[in-house]
């Protein structure tokens, strides 16, 4: 892939964060991760793209921090974030995701 679809996906990122941030202003908790989410994960596939001229089908944060160490010196502190990140992707796209109702049931849905 070509530095200009690693500039378009970077491009993309940032607009996955400026929702997130939106969305957690707001309390909508749930959509801001998944936002954030989006917006790590892009990111880091635009990395990927500039770095080593190629597009990997990953999903997820860690895993490809994991990658790119080649290329940058992830510490220890952004792969706990990143796994963090994670485990809060799959509920707010799969409401199906809890035994019993969403997490933050009793909070502002959204």
Do not use: C
């Given at each position: 892939m070509s530095a200009r679809r690693a500039r378009d996906r970077l491009l993309d990122a940032v607009e996955d964060l400026e929702v997130a941030k939106i969305l957690a202003r707001e309390g909508r908790f749930a959509r801001a991760y998944f936002h954030a989410h989006q917006g790590a994960e892009k990111a880091l596939k635009?990395?990927?793209?500039?770095?080593?001229?190629?597009?990997?089908?990953?999903?997820?944060?860690?895993?490809?921090?994991?990658?790119?160490r080649v290329f940058l010196e992830a510490p220890d502190g952004?792969?706990?974030?990143?796994?963090?990140l994670d485990s809060h992707y799959i509920p707010p796209r799969y409401p199906n995701a809890w035994p019993s109702g969403p997490s933050w049931a009793g909070s502002r849905r959204s």
């Open positions: 635009a990395l990927l793209i500039r770095e080593a001229g190629r597009y990997e089908p990953i999903y997820g944060v860690r895993e490809p921090l994991e990658m790119y952004l792969l706990r974030a990143a796994s963090k």
